[in-house]
Antibody, heavy 123, light 107 residues
Framework: EGQLLESGGGLVQPGGSLRLSCTAS????????MNWVRQAPGKGLEWVSS????????FYADSVRGRFTISRDNSKNTLYLQMNSLSVADTAVYYC????????????????WGQGTMVTVSS | DIQLTQSPSSLPASVGDRVTITCRAN??????LTWYQQTPGKAPKFLIN???TLQSGVPSRFSGGGSGTDFTLTISSLQPEDFATYYC?????????FGQGTKLEIK
């Protein structure tokens, strides 16, 4: 069915940077668009960013555009999220999630989720 | 951007109850509505897509309905493992968006 495993979270000061990784297994990674979704403590789910299977079509939420960069290395079955200029408002568990349908660049159900990695922005 | 509003935000219920959660969109999203279940400390679990298509392995006591702007998630007979938070998500247009969640609590 597929598995996703995030890493790279941690404690960072406001204004700092962090890079998250998400390693995929048990499915053909390059065939599917991938997403980052975050959840602030005690809050709901917020879509952050998505990227097509080829890596050429990134999309961003307004709240992170210009600060976060999504990318992928299909040879390593890995998705990334480079986060710069972090603020307290970015504190959340970050999940990577796979798009359900083959070849869809955007806008479908997220059928496989990682376990999440916690990012804490604090001085 | 499309906004989704779930009701209620909290729903006290008992094992064996039939419960319904509503998700309303501020514009039409056709059938492109997904439901997830999340338990504390865990990732969301994909339950239903396209408003009413049950994901493989999801118990048949779960069902989804609706189209356009109004959608429902119904659990026909609550089991102890169903007490969780449920989220709807629209995949009609970018950016994808989620409802604020409905917490199903033990009465």
């Amino acid at each position: 069915e597929g598995q996703l495993l995030e890493s790279g979270g941690g404690l960072v000061q406001p204004g700092g940077s962090l890079r998250l990784s998400c390693t995929a297994s048990e499915f053909t990674f390059s065939n599917y668009a991938m997403n980052w979704v975050r959840q602030a403590p005690g809050k709901g789910l917020e879509w952050v960013s998505s990227i097509s299977g080829s890596g050429f079509r990134p999309f961003y939420a307004d709240s992170v555009r210009g600060r976060f960069t999504i990318s992928r290395d299909n040879s390593k079955n890995t998705l990334y999220l480079q986060m710069n200029s972090l603020s307290v408002a970015d504190t959340a568990v970050y999940y990577c999630a796979k798009i359900r349908r083959l070849g869809t660049a955007c806008c479908d159900a997220f059928d496989i989720w990682g376990q999440g990695t916690m990012v804490t922005v604090s001085s | 951007d499309i906004q989704l509003t779930q009701s209620p935000s909290s729903l006290p219920a008992s094992v064996g109850d039939r419960v319904t959660i509503t998700c309303r969109a501020n514009q039409t999203i056709d059938k492109y509505l997904t439901w997830y279940q999340q338990t504390p400390g865990k990732a969301p679990k994909f339950l239903i897509n396209d408003a009413s298509t049950l994901q493989s392995g999801v118990p048949s006591r779960f069902s989804g309905g609706g189209s356009g702007t109004d959608f429902t998630l119904t659990i026909s007979s609550l089991q102890p493992e169903d007490f969780a938070t449920y989220y709807c998500q629209q995949s009609y247009s970018s950016p994808p968006s989620f409802g604020q969640g409905t917490k199903l609590e033990i009465k």
